[in-house]
């Protein structure tokens, strides 16, 4: 599913099928807004016409801004994960978790939103604190979407534009350890030792203990099928398992 960044309607678009390739689009990357009525999901997104109190709420703000940078950039559609995906379907989540990173590697453009930084308060220096301070930089799901897209762009609360991933670099790398060439994409996240790889996510946080296993996917380039009731150990052990079938000639996690 896309969001269509002029009518923002949802359009589905049949996946593999050579005949109507995917669009180009654009991708949010975002942290959740803490009270989660506050964002808009599938089937509220759906409602036509939409009531004012939707249209009021911060996350449908989020997804109306991000359209509104799509179409600077000449794009017509747009991924947002709180309304193209539906959380009530499990089948759902499950399919869209295991492709996530894919979503983003094929994005045109991902857009970051730093709810929490507010550049007027904040002028640019060498430090520009609250960009590193940014509770973005330690979400378990964000590591993906640092890495994986072709391009990233920063924007505050405000939507004033921070600037590129590479232009930031420095300051990425100092919020989250992980070195600057791999964020400015001169190395392949892939040929880099996959004990590093997971140690990028060590200080990371998830809001579902699994996840903290499940957004190592793209990271590590396999997948198991997600399994919200089991514990993260174990979540890590099938992960672990996976890795060494499919690279059984890589070091062993």
Excluded at 130 to 155: C, D, I, M, N, Y
Excluded at 200 to 228: H, N
Excluded at 232 to 249: C, D, G, H, M, S
Aim: proline content about 5%.
């Amino acid at each position: 599913r896309l969001i269509h960044t002029v009518s923002l309607k949802l359009i589905e678009v049949p996946s593999n099928s050579p005949d109507t390739p995917t669009p180009q689009y654009a991708i949010l990357s975002h942290r959740w807004n803490t009270m989660a009525d506050e964002e808009i999901g599938y089937k509220e997104f759906l409602q036509s016409p939409r009531s004012e109190a939707t249209e009021c709420k911060i996350g449908y703000q989020k997804i109306l801004f991000a359209c509104i940078q799509a179409r600077t950039d000449n794009l017509d559609y747009l991924w947002v994960d709180t309304c193209c995906i539906d959380q009530e379907n499990i089948g759902d989540v499950h399919r869209n978790i295991k492709s996530m990173f894919a979503y983003y590697q094929h994005s045109c453009v991902c857009y970051v939103y730093l709810a929490d930084v507010d550049s007027n308060a904040d002028p640019p220096s060498p430090e520009f604190k609250h960009f590193k301070k940014s509770e973005w930089h330690r979400r378990g799901w964000t590591l993906q979407e640092l890495l994986a897209p072709k391009e990233v762009f920063f924007f505050d609360r405000s939507w004033k534009y921070l600037g590129t991933r590479s232009v930031r670099a420095r300051e990425i790398q100092s919020a989250t350890g992980i070195p600057e060439d791999v964020i400015q994409g001169k190395t392949c996240i892939h040929d880099v030792n996959v004990k590093e790889r997971m140690s990028w996510s060590t200080l990371r946080v998830t809001s579902k203990a699994p996840d903290q296993a499940y957004c190592l996917f793209g990271i590590l380039g396999v997948t198991i099928e997600p399994d919200y009731s089991e514990d993260v150990k174990t979540a890590f052990n099938r992960l672990r398992e996976a890795y060494i079938k499919q690279y059984p000639n890589k070091a062993i996690i």
